[in-house]
Every structure is written in C-alpha cells, then in structure tokens.
T-cell receptor
Framework: DQQVKQNSPSLSVQEGRISILNCDYT??????FLWYKKYPAEGPTFLIS?????DKNEDGRFTVFLNKSAKHLSLHIVPSQPGDSAVYFC?????????????FGTGTRLKVLA | ETGVTQSPTHLIKTRGQQVTLRCSSQ?????VSWYQQALGQGPQFIFQ???????GRGNFPPRFSGLQFPNYSSELNVNALELDDSALYLC???????????FGSGTQLSVL
C-alpha cells in the first residue's frame, strides 16, 4: 500500500528554468509534509516542509505547494542550478499510537543541465 | 555541531548471519529512527527509539531489533539475514519526537 507516490522517476530541466517535482498521497491523516534531497553516497538532507494547515511555504529558491483537496504536493525550484541535481523524496508524517511515522515516496531523480 | 554518524559504511554478510549497525545521533537529539532503503525505493520505517524505549515499529519482522543507549546512540540488529535484507540502512535523529529527521549517510548491507 503505497500511501505516498512520486509518479515521475526522473526529470531533466535546463539550468535557470523551473523544476517542478510532484507527489501524491492517499491518507488524509497526514499532518506534515517534507521534501528531502539525496546525493549519491549521502543520506537524505532536509530541504523544506509544510504543515497540513497551510497551502504554501517558501524558502529562497524552493517553494512547496499543498493542495489538500487533491491530496497533492509539489516542490518548485526556481531557478534550477546544476548543483540541484539529486534524488528528491517527498515524505508525509502521521501519528500512529503515539509514534510519529514518516512515509516516503520512491523519489524523483532531477537532472539540471548546464 | 556533529551530525548523525553511522558505522560501518559498507558491510557484506552471508545468508543466515547476524549483523549489528551503529548510529550516533546529532548532538542534543533524543529520538532515533531506523529506515531501510531498498534499491529504487524510498526509505521505509523500521522502528523508532525515544529515551531508550522502542516507540513504534513498521512492518518488519522481530528479527529486526534495536537498542538506544543513555547517550542516545543506537544499534540496529538483524538476525538470520535473508537476501532481501540487502539494502541501505539509514539512521535518523530528531531533536524531539515530533520533529523532522536528520539522516546519517547510511550503511550499505549486502547479503550473499
């Protein structure tokens, strides 16, 4: 049961253009959403998050949008830079029996072309 | 500030053996979670430790067990290794039980 889905395994974007990474979820009990970036041979690093009570959060070049009615999350990177090339995971948090669990998508590999 | 560190970075075992993976949490973080990331998949929750007690578990069999020590470092033990246990094992710590995760670089386990 894949509660968090990233349907695009890969994405290529020209440097300077916008990168849009998408994520869909099925569980309406998720209360917090995050994006992580992962380089090869490193662990995921936190990028940006959004609470379920908001619809947008911005941090520099990164903006996350949440559409609760559509159960859809997106990450916008503007402008894209070659150093942004990495695998991006969306994650959603739910509380189960007092435990905060994070459910991750399968990731989208972003390649920013110089 | 020291981040999350894991050891070893790589490990090769044979089926049926046992393995112990180690993790030092980020300074001040009292919660440690372990995740398994199989090839082409996202990290999957194994379990979480808070103040030395297991505080939640994912869909993993009992042969996956763990410990958290008074200094908040942690171990993941896997008994009776199976080929499907081959994966990247990620440790993550958080400042509080409900806060975002900070990951280590992982231990790549290969079971032959």
């Amino acid at each position: 049961d894949q509660q968090v889905k990233q349907n695009s395994p890969s994405l290529s974007v020209q440097e300077g253009r916008i990168s849009i990474l998408n994520c869909d979820y099925t569980n309406s009990m998720f209360d917090y959403f995050l994006w992580y970036k992962k380089y090869p041979a490193e662990g995921p690093t936190f990028l940006i998050s959004i609470s379920s009570i908001k619809d947008k959060n911005e941090d520099g070049r990164f903006t996350v949008f949440l559409n609760k009615s559509a159960k859809h999350l997106s990450l916008h990177i503007v402008p894209s830079q070659p150093g942004d090339s990495a695998v991006y995971f969306c994650a959603a948090r739910k509380i189960t029996s007092g435990t905060y669990k994070y459910i991750f998508g399968t990731g989208t590999r972003l390649k920013v072309l110089a | 500030e020291t981040g999350v560190t894991q050891s070893p970075t790589h490990l090769i075992k044979t089926r049926g053996q046992q393995v112990t993976l180690r993790c030092s949490s980020q300074s001040g973080h009292n919660t440690v979670s372990w995740y398994q990331q199989a090839l082409g998949q996202g990290p999957q929750f194994i379990f979480q430790y808070y103040r030395e007690e297991e505080n939640g578990r994912g869909n993993f069999p009992p042969r996956f067990s763990g410990l958290q020590f008074p200094n908040y470092s942690s171990e993941l033990n896997v008994n009776a290794l199976e080929l499907d246990d081959s994966a990247l094992y990620l440790c993550a710590s958080s400042l509080k039980i409900n806060e975002k995760l900070f990951f280590g670089s992982g231990t790549q386990l290969s079971v032959l």
